[in-house]
């Protein structure tokens, strides 16, 4: 196996991505959760438990044991709440996933800030997955775990991490699309956000153009090397 064979075999291999999603859930559920994550759609309930059987299925033939509800606190960092997948039930162990704790966790609030908005009394947090980003395995020295990503919120529904402000920015960003869309006539859109590489560009002026050759030979500067003069304004 080549190494750009074995990239591409490897590459995501570790994310819960289309491809395990049409492998390990049915297809009317594939189409369901595919739906909510590609066109914003409210996740039906009803699909939680075969998605959490699919997904300890995918993640045990990885080699995980355990999950955790992985979020972003206001600390700067992140936080995770392992439990096992193994379970008893009369007795006897077995390895089980269900639909609800796939959907919520409730990891201890105490130790993160709040801003103030509420008590140490007051500290229950919740874990709620989000189906918008994929979950993934996590290997360590130990084995590997399910990282399930979720959004972290206070009993109140006040958001005590970095990922609940973005997702209800997005989903208002969604909402003003549609309306404009509606305005116009366009039919119905669904604004998505993406990450991805930084595209920056600049105006040169063509005097300055004209003592550039790599610029003047290519129509842009060249990649992997340095260019013929480096900061064009710099006087070094």
């Given amino acids: 196996m080549t190494?750009?064979?074995?990239?591409?075999?490897?590459?995501?291999?570790?994310?819960?991505?289309d491809e395990a999603i049409k492998t390990y859930l049915s297809k009317d559920t594939a189409k369901k959760l595919q739906a909510t994550i590609q066109e914003g759609k409210p996740l039906d309930p009803?699909?939680?438990?075969?998605?959490a059987h699919g997904i300890r299925h995918w993640?045990?033939?990885?080699?995980?044991?355990?999950?955790?509800?992985?979020?972003?606190?206001?600390?700067?960092?992140?936080?995770?709440?392992?439990?096992?997948?193994?379970?008893?039930?009369?007795?006897?162990?077995?390895?089980?996933?269900?639909?609800?704790?796939?959907?919520?966790?409730?990891?201890?609030?105490?130790s993160f800030p709040s801003g103030?908005?509420?008590?140490?009394?007051?500290?229950?947090?919740?874990?709620?997955?989000?189906p918008t980003s994929p979950a993934f395995i996590k290997r360590h020295s130990n084995g590997a775990t399910l990282c399930i990503p979720t959004a972290f919120c206070a009993y109140t529904g006040e958001s005590l991490d970095k990922k609940t402000p973005l997702?209800?920015?997005?989903?208002?960003?969604?909402?003003?699309?549609k309306r404009l869309m509606k305005l116009f006539g366009r039919g119905e859109g669904h604004?998505?956000?993406?990450?991805?590489a930084e595209q920056e560009y600049f105006l040169v002026d063509k005097e300055y153009w004209k003592k550039r050759p790599d610029l003047v030979l290519t129509?842009?500067?060249?990649?992997?090397?340095?260019?013929?003069?480096?900061q064009q304004l710099s006087r070094s």
Avoid at 46 to 51: K, L, N
Avoid at 90 to 96: L, V
Avoid at 191 to 196: K, P, Q, S, W, Y
Wanted: aromatic share 10%.
């Fill in 59 to 110: 993640a045990m033939d990885r080699g995980a044991t355990h999950y955790t509800h992985w979020f972003l606190p206001m600390t700067g960092s992140t936080a995770e709440k392992h439990d096992s997948f193994l379970e008893l039930k009369d007795g006897e162990p077995i390895m089980q996933f269900s639909g609800k704790n796939l959907i919520v966790g409730e990891p201890d609030a105490s």
């Fill in 167 to 177: 997702l209800r920015s997005m989903q208002a960003l969604d909402k003003s699309l």
């Fill in 116 to 130: 103030g908005i509420r008590s140490t009394f007051e500290a229950r947090g919740y874990t709620a997955w989000d």
């Fill in 191 to 196: 604004a998505a956000c993406t990450l991805g």
């Fill in 3 to 17: 190494e750009e064979t074995k990239a591409a075999t490897e590459f995501g291999a570790d994310v819960f991505g």
């Fill in 219 to 230: 129509g842009r500067t060249l990649f992997g090397a340095p260019s013929a003069k480096g």
């Fill in 46 to 51: 009803s699909i939680a438990g075969e998605v």
